[in-house]
Structure formats: C-alpha cells, structure tokens
Nanobody, 123 residues
Framework: QVQLVESGGGLVQAGGSLRLSCAAS????????MAWFRQAPEKEREFVAR????????SYADSVKGRFTISRDNAKNTVYLQMNSLKPEDTAVYYC????????????????WGQGTQVTVSS
C-alpha cells in the first residue's frame, strides 16, 4: 500500500520560512517523479513544484519561483519543499504527489497523493 505522509506545516509570519517533508512508503521511491501542489480555501488545487526521479530536473510555478526549493533524498524516501519569504497568499493545504516519468504541472499525471499539511502565513 502506497503512503505519502506530509509534515512540517504550521503558522508562520509573512517573510518567514517553513520546510515541508513528504515521506513515502510502499513504492520504489527513486523511480517516481514527485511534486507539491496546494489548495487554498475556495480555490482549485494548483501546481507548486516538481522534481524528477534523481533530482536533476525541477520546475516551479511562477508564483513561487525564487522563493521555494524542491529537493529529494532517495535514501530516505523523502521529498522536501523549502519555503522562504512566505506571503499570506501562500496560505493553503500543501499536498505531495508521486507520478511517472519526469512529472508535470498537471495533477492528473500523479498516481498517488498525501493527505496534506496546512500552511498558514499571517500578515
């Protein structure tokens, strides 16, 4: 059974930082592309960042480029999202996802999802 478990969310002031983690089990982690998506209240789920199987390729949403960094540790079956210079508009539930190939910006390309972790940025 595949499980993706996010952690590291919380309440932070604008300008602060958080590091999200997503621990994977039940799959051959090193063969999957990984991604982070987020969903704010009353908004659709949106792409945040993706990383390919070995970390050699990453991409970001324009809204987080230069502030967020996605990385992975295949020895620990974990993907990370370092979030700096947080803004109130970053407030959302953040989800990690595992998919095939290089990964993409589209949620439909991801087969497995975590339950999410809440990030709240106060102004």
């Amino acid at each position: 059974q595949v499980q993706l478990v996010e952690s590291g969310g919380g309440l932070v002031q604008a300008g602060g930082s958080l590091r999200l983690s997503c621990a994977a089990s039940g799959l051959t982690f090193s063969t999957y592309a990984m991604a982070w998506f987020r969903q704010a209240p009353e908004k659709e789920r949106e792409f945040v960042a993706r990383i390919n199987w070995n970390g050699g390729s990453t991409s970001y949403a324009d809204s987080v480029k230069g502030r967020f960094t996605i990385s992975r540790d295949n020895a620990k079956n974990t993907v990370y999202l370092q979030m700096n210079s947080l803004k109130p508009e970053d407030t959302a539930v953040y989800y990690c996802a595992a998919g095939y190939g290089l990964g993409s910006r589209y949620s439909a390309d991801y087969a497995y999802w975590g339950q999410g972790t809440q990030v709240t940025v106060s102004s």
